[in-house]
């Protein structure tokens, strides 16, 4: 029997945390799922997920990775898989989605003509 204590929830309660930070920074600067176009957002998101847990899954199957820790559930969705590296993923994609979007919204901005330049 496996037997819960709270701290079995930290790594994955942290991670829920830090999504829903990045989804607030996203909706208040519409860069992804809130942007103009959040189906193109959403498809990429998945096909960065996918393509990170199939790299898990070959790492997994060669012997690199092996899990572990007290701060995490003990759900595997396959062997030496937890549920934790998912929403881990899932974080790691929209991070560096969120990230890409405010890096291209301030290289497009105009820049200002400094005094005394210009026509």
Request: charged share 15%.
């Amino acid at each position: 029997m496996i037997t819960l204590h709270w701290t079995s929830f930290l790594y994955l309660g942290l991670l829920l945390g830090c999504l829903a930070c990045m989804a607030l920074v996203d909706r208040r600067a519409r860069l992804v799922l809130w942007s103009s176009r959040p189906a193109r957002g959403a498809v990429v998101l998945a096909l960065g997920v996918v393509a990170f847990l199939a790299w898990d899954l070959v790492a997994i199957d060669q012997g690199f990775y092996s899990r572990g820790g007290a701060a995490m559930t003990g759900v595997e969705l396959a062997p030496h898989l937890p549920l934790e590296e998912l929403f881990f993923v899932l974080f790691l994609v929209y991070v560096t989605l969120v990230l890409h979007g405010l890096v291209h919204r301030v290289l497009r901005r105009p820049r200002p003509v400094p005094r005394g330049e210009g026509a």
